[in-house]
């Protein structure tokens, strides 16, 4: 499986990222696009296998020490957390709570890639394969 | 003593619910504007006359509680509000009185990929060592009862948050990060449990914040593996007495400046980490004998923990907190003044487990050797010091909800 960087198409980010900077935009510390655009940073649950792979292949650090870096900013008032998409069980729990259909099973990839591409300045991460043409991908430096 | 019925265990009950019914994600409640929270119970059960958070000796104690709600606010990238409300309930010396635990207002002057530089103004979290920032949100602590070497529960007002303003910078480059929060502050010391750590009693006069200063150097290597830490502190602090020495004390400074070294490794599965403090205290003005002193305290602390699955973490502590390094048994304390030696130091073996339910629901449950000294037992709850014990035990359980 491989994870690549994704971005709102409308977002002010080009073709590639320096690691540097998807690191500061990821550890909460980097809040805009270099036109001043709001950056809107989404992840995925800390135990699902995309973000951990994001986490340690691209970013090179452990998702244990993300999480205590974004409790810091939250708890300490001196930042704020990124967006965790809903988890498949809470897909799956949300879409059979609805009357009606049969309830499609929905994987939280399919959010990530919905709240990307339907979010002004928004960037995520997905596997490769979810890609299709409402997200743009960044390459990584 | 309080037989409340407040003891009947509701909370863990509210804490189940919340964790098992709403595995709620932070909220945000509209576009730059979140609001998160937590809510944890825990459970002491301890040995020979010992009481931690209220009266825990005999079949344990449910008087502890942290509550705490915090609401965050960007508009613009380089502007940020945040507030957050505690209630924490521990034994005698705290009843779950609101608290305001900070307030700010953060300016951030330069942001770039490798550089931040910005100021908070008012109330604002110490910049501590490696866990005072979120020390009373038990999902980011490494046991139940924090390390007390570094955090003792004792001096926990002075340490949390204060009035002032705090400057802070970044830097990143391959060689690694460094970040810089430096700041003139007001402790938070007109309160009971300043003044029985501070003063060893409560006496009839109050204790008045002077301007003090607190910085913490972090340099951590690129991928944050190893993060290494000091922080400085100049505490300051009057005393303003109500009557005439001597009904009183006399018209006292005290001056607290401990020094805090700070290291830790982290790897996927295991973190290894260490803090030593000096702490010198000195006392001048308050008249009474043995008032005015000068004194150095030492403690320090080695901790492993192990992630063994997702779910599954264990932890392994040893724990030591001298207040004399002149005295470190307290023998010659208790020479002079008759005082149990034991007060004036704690060593601690520590083993704990803990199991994450869920991302927002977690379990704790941890076993302390003291195997001497009492140095963090509040007073409130062991009124007669004569009664405690120099070895005991303490057990734990804690359920934490955040969101």
Same mark, same amino acid.
């Given at each position: 499986?491989?994870?690549?960087v994704?971005?709102?198409p409308?977002?002010?980010?080009?073709?590639?990222?320096?690691?540097?900077t998807?690191?500061?935009?990821?550890?909460?510390?980097?809040?805009?696009?270099?036109?001043?655009?709001?950056?809107?940073v989404?992840?995925?649950?800390?135990?699902?296998?995309?973000?951990?792979?994001?986490?340690?292949?691209?970013?090179?650090?452990?998702?244990?020490?993300?999480?205590t870096?974004?409790?810091?900013?939250?708890?300490?008032g001196?930042?704020?957390?990124?967006?965790?998409?809903?988890?498949?069980?809470?897909?799956?729990?949300?879409l059979?709570?609805?009357?009606?259909?049969?309830?499609?099973?929905?994987?939280?990839?399919?959010?990530?890639?919905?709240?990307?591409?339907g979010?002004?300045?928004?960037?995520?991460?997905l596997?490769?394969?979810?890609?299709?043409?409402?997200?743009?991908?960044?390459?990584?430096? | 003593?309080?037989?409340?019925?407040?003891?009947?265990?509701? =909370?863990?009950?509210?804490?189940?619910?919340?964790g098992?019914?709403?595995?709620?994600?932070?909220?945000?409640?509209?576009?730059?504007f979140?609001?998160?929270?937590?809510?944890?119970?825990?459970?002491f059960?301890?040995?020979?006359?010992?009481?931690?958070?209220?009266?825990s000796t005999?079949?344990?104690?449910?008087d502890?509680?942290?509550i705490?709600?915090?609401?965050?606010?960007?508009?613009?990238?380089?502007?940020?509000?945040?507030?957050?409300?505690?209630?924490r309930?521990?034994?005698?010396?705290?009843?779950?009185e609101?608290?305001?635990?900070?307030?700010?207002?953060?300016y !951030?002057?330069?942001?770039?990929?490798?550089?931040?530089?910005?100021?908070?103004?008012?109330?604002?979290?110490?910049?501590?060592?490696?866990?005072?920032?979120?020390?009373?949100?038990?999902?980011?602590?490494p046991?139940?009862?924090?390390?007390?070497?570094?955090?003792?529960?004792? !001096?926990?007002?002075?340490?949390?948050?204060?009035?002032?303003?705090?400057?802070?910078?970044?830097?990143r480059?391959?060689?690694?990060?460094?970040?810089?929060?430096?700041?003139?502050?007001l402790?938070?010391?007109?309160?009971?449990?300043s003044?029985?750590?501070?003063?060893?009693?409560?006496?009839?006069?109050?204790?008045?914040n002077? =301007?003090?200063?607190?910085g913490?150097?972090?340099?951590?290597?690129?991928?944050?593996?190893?993060?290494?830490?000091?922080?400085?502190?100049?505490?300051?602090?009057?005393?303003?007495?109500?009557?005439?020495?001597?009904?009183?004390?006399?018209?006292?400074?005290?001056?607290?400046?401990?020094?805090?070294?700070?290291?830790?490794?982290?790897?996927?599965?295991?973190?290894?980490?260490?803090?030593?403090?000096?702490?010198?205290?000195?006392?001048?003005?308050?008249l009474?004998?043995?008032?005015?002193?000068?004194?150095?305290?030492?403690?320090?602390?080695?901790?492993?923990?192990y992630?063994?699955d997702?779910? =599954?973490?264990?932890?392994?502590?040893?724990?030591?907190?001298?207040?004399?390094?002149?005295?470190r048994?307290?023998?010659? !304390?208790?020479?002079?003044?008759?005082l149990?030696?034991?007060?004036?130091?704690?060593?601690?073996? !520590?083993?704990?487990?803990r199991?994450n339910?869920?991302?927002?629901?977690?379990?704790?449950?941890?076993?302390?050797?003291?195997?001497?000294?009492?140095?963090?037992?509040?007073?409130?709850?062991?009124?007669?010091?004569?009664?405690?014990?120099?070895?005991?035990?303490?057990?734990?359980?804690?359920?934490?909800?955040?969101?």
């Amino acid at each position: 499986m491989e994870v690549v960087v994704a971005v709102n198409p409308a977002a002010p980010a080009g073709e590639a990222i320096a690691r540097n900077t998807l690191s500061a935009i990821f550890g909460m510390r980097l809040r805009a696009w270099e036109n001043g655009t709001p950056i809107r940073v989404f992840v995925l649950p800390d135990n699902h296998a995309v973000h951990v792979m994001f986490c340690k292949q691209v970013l090179g650090v452990f998702p244990h020490q993300y999480r205590t870096a974004w409790d810091r900013l939250v708890y300490s008032g001196t930042g704020q957390a990124p967006l965790e998409v809903a988890t498949e069980e809470e897909m799956r729990a949300r879409l059979a709570g609805t009357r009606g259909e049969a309830p499609v099973v929905v994987g939280s990839e399919e959010e990530m890639r919905a709240r990307v591409a339907g979010t002004a300045g928004a960037i995520g991460y997905l596997s490769r394969k979810m890609i299709d043409e409402s997200v743009t991908v960044l390459a990584v430096e | 003593m309080r037989g409340r019925p407040s003891n009947l265990p509701w =909370w863990p009950a509210l804490v189940l619910w919340l964790g098992l019914c709403r595995p709620a994600l932070a909220l945000e409640l509209f576009e730059g504007f979140q609001v998160h929270g937590f809510l944890s119970q825990g459970y002491f059960l301890t040995s020979n006359h010992n009481n931690l958070f209220g009266q825990s000796t005999r079949g344990g104690s449910l008087d502890f509680t942290e509550i705490g709600v915090n609401a965050s606010w960007v508009p613009r990238p380089n502007l940020q509000f945040a507030v957050q409300g505690l209630s924490r309930r521990a034994g005698e010396a705290a009843e779950g009185e609101p608290e305001l635990d900070f307030a700010l207002l953060d300016y !951030t002057a330069v942001a770039t990929e490798d550089r931040r530089i910005g100021v908070r103004f008012g109330r604002v979290r110490f910049p501590f060592g490696l866990y005072n920032d979120t020390r009373d949100v038990a999902f980011t602590r490494p046991s139940i009862l924090l390390p007390q070497s570094i955090y003792n529960e004792r !001096t926990r007002e002075l340490a949390i948050s204060g009035d002032g303003i705090m400057l802070y910078g970044e830097e990143r480059s391959t060689w690694g990060n460094l970040a810089l929060e430096l700041g003139p502050v007001l402790a938070r010391v007109d309160n009971e449990n300043s003044e029985l750590a501070l003063l060893f009693g409560d006496f009839p006069g109050d204790l008045e914040n002077r =301007w003090s200063f607190i910085g913490r150097l972090m340099y951590s290597t690129p991928r944050e593996a190893l993060r290494l830490a000091v922080t400085g502190v100049r505490l300051e602090t009057d005393y303003n007495p109500r009557l005439a020495f001597p009904d009183d004390l006399g018209p006292g400074k005290d001056l607290f400046e401990p020094v805090i070294f700070s290291a830790q490794y982290n790897a996927e599965s295991w973190s290894l980490t260490g803090e030593y403090a000096r702490r010198p205290i000195k006392h001048e003005g308050f008249l009474e004998p043995g008032f005015d002193f000068d004194i150095v305290g030492e403690s320090y602390y080695i901790q492993g923990i192990y992630r063994i699955d997702p779910h =599954w973490e264990m932890v392994v502590r040893y724990d030591v907190l001298y207040s004399d390094v002149d005295d470190r048994d307290g023998t010659k !304390t208790e020479a002079a003044t008759g005082l149990p030696s034991h007060l004036l130091f704690a060593k601690d073996w !520590t083993v704990g487990v803990r199991y994450n339910i869920t991302p927002s629901l977690m379990a704790r449950a941890e076993y302390h050797n003291v195997y001497g000294g009492t140095l963090f037992l509040f007073p409130q709850d062991n009124p007669d010091i004569f009664a405690t014990e120099k070895k005991w035990d303490i057990f734990a359980l804690l359920l934490s909800y955040r969101f």
